[in-house]
């Protein structure tokens, strides 16, 4: 490539100037075949036809360039271009001319030179390919791969198209037309640069403006201009945020404070909530205990849920102050996430940021609702809800069950016994024995609906009493006996006589008579401790004071034998 005077000297024709000599001088060396084809020549506008822009450009024949090929560009005669030659002569003998490839060979020209340069070249992104874009670079096109575009992936690359901005070039081949370019080195060097300055000043308090470039589960790293900090998600506000995603979005501005700095790792730590006022101060004197108030639930454990009082203030309902009568159900059955609830404050510990809340105190105790309802004495009447192998279980309010042992569902009948003839889903009636409230139960009784039969027998029983008692079953270590239908008792085989030999129950029956004297008596249980023994000797003694003494000459048998008659015939007269 060249101009037409270097062409010209490359012939020797450095003695012609005139034009009509040169284009003989050309016809005659090289003929049609010029060599000119593929240069960049200068040439003057002579005339504007409707499509083509005539142009001298020295030569014998006048070239004509698309009038397209210099878009909004104003073209008047006598104006100068550079021009390509395309073809020296086409058909109509003009020489063939393009504006367009002459700048494509500046530009190509231009942009070698940056390139062994290192130097940046401005371009403007304009289309996209497929793993990248197109850049146009002043008359010649490059390709940006998509991973030089930016230092970090860019999902939308709108805004950064049709504006010009600079650019590193990687590789070109000029002999196939591929220039590769940068954007991101352009950003590094910058950022470097930036970097470098910012880490010189940087100081904890420091309070800077960024961009979230990224978010993770436990924070968001913030582009500070050159220089990356973490912002954890706990320093992102002061109310409870489980993930930076709530609060953050990538490429938001975003104004930090400076919390911690390693000047040996580089390493920053940023926070947001710490440019606004802490809500935990004089929270103490806001939230006193005993104080009702309402929040929004913010999360859900398995010890309890987080309330939010207010923005960045949360207190703990932990599980065992969720429900008076829910024990052991989990809080996510009892409250849901975001829902408002009232809330009592139980205690405040304002240096640990520690609030703790009850849900069942806003509602009154259900036990002492119950008591204040039903004093002791008072008739209620409920479904069997459970039945467990020592009572009944009875349904006394949606979520309140009182229990009637086996030992009060009946004044005459064992507790098993007692029990069979009642199944779950009866309706019962009871009496009220007992509400404790601290212990959260609720005492019943069946069998109080009735009188005690016994009660006349006990209040006129007392212990060393002489009864009648008739066997209901012999055991081998005593027997079981009955006084006056009503009251039972037991005789161990060491009380049934006082001679050792006659110790033994197999030698009495079931529905035998016997006469016991009473040891103790229980009156709760309805139960009598008996012997025959101490019956037996207390005879003894009395007939040995009625009939004899050991000085009067009586033997021990007269004394007996007298006892005996005279306890015979009484027996007689009774009958």
Not at 247 to 268: E, K
Not at 335 to 360: F, H, N, W, Y
Request: some cysteine; glycine content about 10%; proline content about 3%.
């Amino acid at each position: 490539m060249g101009s037409i005077a270097t062409v010209a000297r490359q012939h020797g024709a450095d003695q012609y100037t005139g034009t009509d000599d040169f284009a003989a001088l050309l016809d005659s060396t090289l003929g049609s075949n010029t060599g000119f084809e593929g240069s960049v020549v200068s040439g003057r506008v002579s005339r504007i036809d409707d499509e083509f822009v005539v142009v001298d450009v020295g030569l014998k024949s006048e070239g004509r360039v698309p009038l397209k090929e210099f878009g909004a560009q104003e073209v008047k005669p006598g104006d100068v271009f550079d021009l390509f030659i395309e073809r020296y002569e086409d058909k109509d003998g003009s020489i063939v001319l393009s504006r367009e490839k002459a700048r494509r060979e500046e530009a190509w020209t231009a942009l070698e030179r940056a390139h062994e340069a290192q130097t940046r070249v401005n371009g403007i992104i304009h289309g996209r390919v497929k793993g990248g874009f197109t850049v146009g670079l002043g008359g010649a096109t490059a390709f940006l791969p998509g991973s030089q575009v930016d230092i970090r992936p860019v999902r939308d690359v709108t805004p950064l198209m049709g504006m010009s901005q600079p650019f590193q070039i990687l590789k070109m081949d000029r002999a196939r037309g591929n220039i590769v370019v940068s954007r991101r080195a352009v950003l590094e060097e910058t950022r470097a640069e930036q970097r470098s300055e910012l880490i010189q000043g940087l100081k904890e308090g420091q309070i800077l403006d960024g961009v979230v470039k990224n978010i993770t589960d436990y924070g968001a790293f913030v582009d500070l201009g050159g220089v990356d900090g973490l912002l954890h998600v706990t320093d992102i506000a002061w109310r409870r945020i489980n993930h930076p995603a709530e609060a953050l979005t990538i490429g938001q501005p975003v104004r930090v404070q400076v919390i911690r700095f390693n000047s040996d790792t580089q390493r920053i730590s940023l926070g947001m909530k710490q440019l606004e006022t802490d809500p935990w101060e004089g929270v103490d004197v806001k939230y006193p205990p005993g104080i009702k108030v309402t929040g929004r639930v913010t999360n859900i454990t398995d010890y309890g849920a987080f309330v939010e009082l207010e923005p960045g203030v949360e207190g703990l309902v932990h599980v065992s102050e969720m429900s008076w009568t829910k024990k052991n159900a989990h809080p996510g059955k009892i409250v849901a996430t975001s829902q408002e609830v009232e809330v009592m404050v139980l205690d405040v510990d304002a240096g640990k940021r520690r609030i703790s809340l009850g849900l069942k105190q806003v509602s009154r105790n259900p036990w002492e609702q119950f008591m204040d309802d039903h004093p002791v004495g008072s008739l209620v009447e409920g479904e069997i809800r459970n039945m467990t192998e020592f009572g009944l279980f009875v349904g006394l309010a949606p979520e309140i069950d009182g229990m009637v042992h086996m030992s009060d569902l009946s004044w005459d009948e064992p507790g098993e016994l007692a029990m069979a003839k009642f199944n779950k889903g009866d309706i019962v009636k009871a009496k009220v024995l007992d509400v404790d409230v601290e212990k959260e139960r609720i005492s019943l009784g069946v069998k109080q609906l009735e009188e005690d039969p016994a009660a006349g027998v006990l209040d006129r029983v007392h212990k060393g009493m002489i009864v009648t008692c008739v066997i209901t079953a012999v055991q081998t270590n005593g027997l079981e006996v009955k006084v006056d239908d009503v009251l039972t008792g037991f005789i161990r085989r060491a009380e049934l006589a006082r001679d050792k030999g006659d110790q033994r129950p197999d030698k009495f029956a079931v529905g035998e008579k016997i006469d016991a004297k009473i040891t103790a008596v229980d009156r709760a249980a309805r139960k009598l401790q008996l012997t025959v023994k101490g019956k037996e000797i207390d005879e003894d003694k009395q007939a040995m004071a009625d009939f004899g003494s050991s000085d009067s000459g009586a033997s021990l048998g007269d004394i007996l034998g007298a006892a005996i008659r005279r306890r015979n015939q009484q027996a007689q007269s009774e009958t």
